[in-house]
T-cell receptor, first 115, second 114 residues
Framework: AQKVTQAQTEISVVEKEDVTLDCVYE???????LFWYKQPPSGELVFLIR??????QNEISGRYSWNFQKSTSSFNFTITASQVVDSAVYFC????????????FGAGTRLTVKP | DAGITQSPRHKVTETGTPVTLRCHQT?????MYWYRQDPGHGLRLIHY???????DKGEVSDGYSVSRSKTEDFLLTLESATSSQTSVYFC?????????????FGEGSRLTVL
């Protein structure tokens, strides 16, 4: 079955620092989809991005950017010039085309941005 | 915001009692999911539904059952709650499935089994 590893359990940075959250995945499917979700202290989960396995272009959205590399099975997330409001738990997730309703999440990385 | 309501939001119960969590959506989305969130595990899929009366098991389905008699409601039942089922439960919905589109999550239901 597919697997997602987020090795960084907790990260703490000072505001305006750049920070990268790592995500490594395992799958046997050639068609799959990768996601990032944010869970702020209020508890709800917010969708950030979806990528399919055929699209390795990096994505930038404001201060957020994502680096997808199939060669290393990684889908890393970088926040540039971090802000206190970025403090949250961030989850990387993977779903395979074969079983497209079984989205597997990593354990999450808790990011704390200090003023 | 996606119209998803979970109830109850908080519940404390005793081992061996039955518990039902309800997820109600107003988006008319076909797919509905129940996840549990535990420290160190992220979110894990319990059951999902791909239509009325159509459900399937997820990664951690043992001890749980679900029912979907209407498009808008997806019920999660713990027939006999155990302490290992203490968790935060999230309902999610999707219009076209968990890979083709994003999941919209409810606010979560915190269950404590004593």
């Amino acid at each position: 079955a597919q697997k997602v590893t987020q090795a960084q359990t907790e990260i703490s940075v000072v505001e305006k620092e750049d920070v990268t959250l790592d995500c490594v995945y395992e799958t046997r499917d050639t068609t799959y989809y990768l996601f990032w979700y944010k869970q702020p202290p209020s508890g709800e989960l917010v969708f950030l991005i979806r990528r399919n396995s055929f699209d390795e272009q990096n994505e930038i959205s404001g201060r957020y950017s994502w680096n997808f590399q199939k060669s290393t099975s990684s889908f890393n997330f970088t926040i540039t010039a971090s802000q206190v409001v970025d403090s949250a738990v961030y989850f990387c997730a993977l779903s395979e085309n074969y079983n497209n309703n079984d989205m597997r999440f990593g354990a999450g990385t808790r990011l704390t941005v200090k003023p | 915001d996606a119209g998803i309501t979970q109830s109850p939001r908080h519940k404390v119960t005793e081992t061996g009692t039955p518990v039902t969590l309800r997820c109600h959506q107003t988006e008319n989305h076909r797919y509905m999911y129940w996840y549990r969130q535990d420290p160190g595990h992220g979110l894990r899929l319990i059951h999902y539904s791909y239509g009325v009366k159509d459900t399937d098991k997820g990664e951690v389905s043992d001890g749980y059952s679900v029912s979907r008699s209407k498009t808008e409601d997806f019920l999660l039942t713990l027939e006999s709650a155990t302490s290992s089922q203490t968790s935060v439960y999230f309902c999610a919905i999707s219009e076209s499935g968990a890979n083709t589109g994003e999941l919209f999550f409810g606010e979560g239901s915190r269950l404590t089994v004593l």
